[in-house]
T-cell receptor
Framework: GNSVTQMEGPVTLSEEAFLTINCTYT??????LFWYVQYPGEGLQLLLK?????DKGSNKGFEATYRKETTSFHLEKGSVQVSDSAVYFC??????????????FGSGTRLQVQP | SQTIHQWPATLVQPVGSPLSLECTVE??????LYWYRQAAGRGLQLLFY??????ISSEVPQNLSASRPQDRQFILSSKKLLLSDSGFYLC?????????????FGDGTRLSIL
């Protein structure tokens, strides 16, 4: 079956530090990959996506590159802000055991940015 | 543009009481619809998804059920709530078909069982 593994949090950084949140996946076929962000008390918002190998998704200063050879989709940002504090979820779109297409999520990584 | 609405935002219910959470989507037709549960500090667990009216697939055995009486309406129900049903429930929609379609989430319902 499909699975997504994220680094455990919380990740605590100072403002303007470099961020990396690791994500690796297992899937059959060629999944699409996504990063979602969840701010406290809210639902999930799509942050970025990549649909094929070597694609780079980017949004709001965040980037992630679809690496088929390492089955990874690590999230990076060059300079984090306090407002980036949230939980980040890596996800893939693939075929479930039921034969239907659905998203499989990682367990989430909490990012805390200190001023 | 498309929007998704969930209500209520918060709910406190006693053990053994019934449950009905509602989700509606506007601005699109024939969407895939999903219910997820997020336990405190945990990831998302897919509970149900639907590809059309009356078509519901359950991903995990549980105390809950789902229905889709109209194209853009998705309801999560229970006849008798358990303590373990507490959590943050999220509804989501996506376009049918292509694998690169993301899911779009509502703001969630925080359910506390006493």
């Amino acid at each position: 079956g499909n699975s997504v593994t994220q680094m455990e949090g919380p990740v605590t950084l100072s403002e303007e530090a470099f961020l990396t949140i690791n994500c690796t996946y297992t899937a059959t076929g060629y999944p699409s990959l996504f990063w979602y962000v969840q701010y406290p008390g809210e639902g999930l918002q799509l942050l970025l996506k990549a649909t094929k190998a070597d694609d780079k998704g980017s949004n709001k200063g965040f980037e992630a590159t679809y690496r088929k050879e390492t089955t990874s989709f690590h999230l990076e940002k060059g300079s984090v802000q306090v407002s980036d504090s949230a939980v980040y979820f890596c996800a893939l779109s693939g075929i479930m055991d039921t034969g239907r297409r659905a998203l499989t999520f990682g367990s989430g990584t909490r990012l805390q940015v200190q001023p | 543009s498309q929007t998704i609405h969930q209500w209520p935002a918060t709910l406190v219910q006693p053990v053994g009481s019934p449950l009905s959470l509602e989700c509606t989507v506007e601005g699109t037709s024939n969407p895939n619809l999903y219910w997820y549960r997020q336990a405190a500090g945990r990831g998302l667990q897919l509970l149900f998804y639907s590809v059309g009216i009356g078509q519901i697939s359950s991903e995990v055995p549980q105390n809950l059920s789902a229905s889709r009486p109209q194209d853009r309406q998705f309801i999560l129900s229970s006849k008798k709530l358990l303590l373990s049903d507490s959590g943050f429930y999220l509804c989501a929609w996506s376009r049918q078909g292509a694998r690169d379609q993301p899911q779009h989430f509502g703001d969630g319902t925080r359910l506390s069982i006493l």
